[in-house]
């Protein structure tokens, strides 16, 4: 994986992931039918692997405050280290070549989040939250655009931002409870 993640796909050949992985590539070959089929399956691996967010029932226990916090610092705990990040970028820049990573990318990390907290959003009338699914696309939203553009596009010292500073902002202002100062 390292192999595609630093030099992207089109510079990636086989004899450096075999040399890489040290193995041969007819070994490769046995399990893989070519480069693409390799590439998928790793990015598959690595994005379901990863993106397995801790969503079990005690990720959704307690406050709706606590819990909207907590989902946002898993989220950046689970997605914002170096591999991740490069990850990304390879799905991004690959995303016309391999429409289908990118559609994985979306299904396991961005929908998954979003039916989860459209659901959690419906079990809590009481936060009278009108379009569940828009508040959970705008919160899951805001997350994923801090992360391109903080780190995906390098923009952290051109505009910085904190991650508390966004989670104490966004988590407010999703429950329809901000503060003015």
């Given at each position: 994986?390292?192999?595609?993640?630093?030099?992207?796909?089109?510079?990636?050949?086989?004899?450096?992931?075999?040399?890489?992985?040290?193995?041969?590539?007819?070994?490769?070959?046995?399990?893989?039918?070519?480069?693409?089929?390799?590439?998928?399956?790793?990015?598959?691996?690595?994005?379901?692997?990863?993106?397995?967010?801790?969503?079990?029932?005690e990720m959704l226990q307690?406050?709706?405050?606590?819990?909207?916090?907590?989902?946002?610092?898993?989220?950046?705990?689970?997605?914002?280290?170096?591999?991740?990040?490069?990850?990304?970028?390879?799905?991004?820049?690959?995303?016309?070549?391999?429409?289908?990573?990118?559609?994985?990318?979306?299904?396991?990390?961005?929908?998954?989040?979003?039916?989860?907290?459209?659901?959690?959003?419906?079990?809590?009338?009481?936060?009278?939250?009108?379009?569940?699914?828009?508040?959970?696309?705008?919160?899951?939203?805001?997350?994923?655009?801090?992360?391109?553009?903080?780190?995906?596009?390098?923009?952290?010292?051109?505009?910085?931002?904190?991650?508390?500073?966004?989670?104490?902002?966004?988590?407010?202002?999703?429950?329809?409870?901000?503060?003015?100062?």
């Amino acid at each position: 994986m390292q192999v595609f993640l630093q030099q992207g796909y089109a510079n990636t050949s086989m004899d450096r992931v075999a040399a890489a992985a040290g193995v041969s590539k007819q070994t490769i070959y046995s399990h893989f039918q070519d480069k693409e089929g390799l590439f998928t399956a790793l990015i598959r691996r690595i994005t379901i692997e990863r993106i397995q967010l801790e969503f079990g029932t005690e990720m959704l226990q307690g406050e709706p405050e606590a819990v909207l916090r907590r989902l946002a610092q898993v989220y950046f705990d689970k997605l914002a280290s170096e591999e991740y990040m490069a990850l990304i970028r390879v799905v991004i820049a690959e995303s016309n070549r391999f429409p289908e990573l990118a559609q994985l990318y979306t299904r396991t990390v961005i929908q998954k989040g979003r039916q989860i907290l459209s659901d959690f959003f419906r079990s809590h009338p009481e936060l009278k939250i009108a379009d569940p699914e828009a508040t959970a696309h705008i919160f899951f939203g805001s997350l994923v655009s801090f992360l391109i553009s903080q780190e995906i596009l390098y923009g952290k010292h051109m505009m910085p931002l904190a991650q508390d500073q966004l989670i104490d902002t966004l988590v407010p202002m999703v429950l329809n409870r901000q503060r003015h100062q």
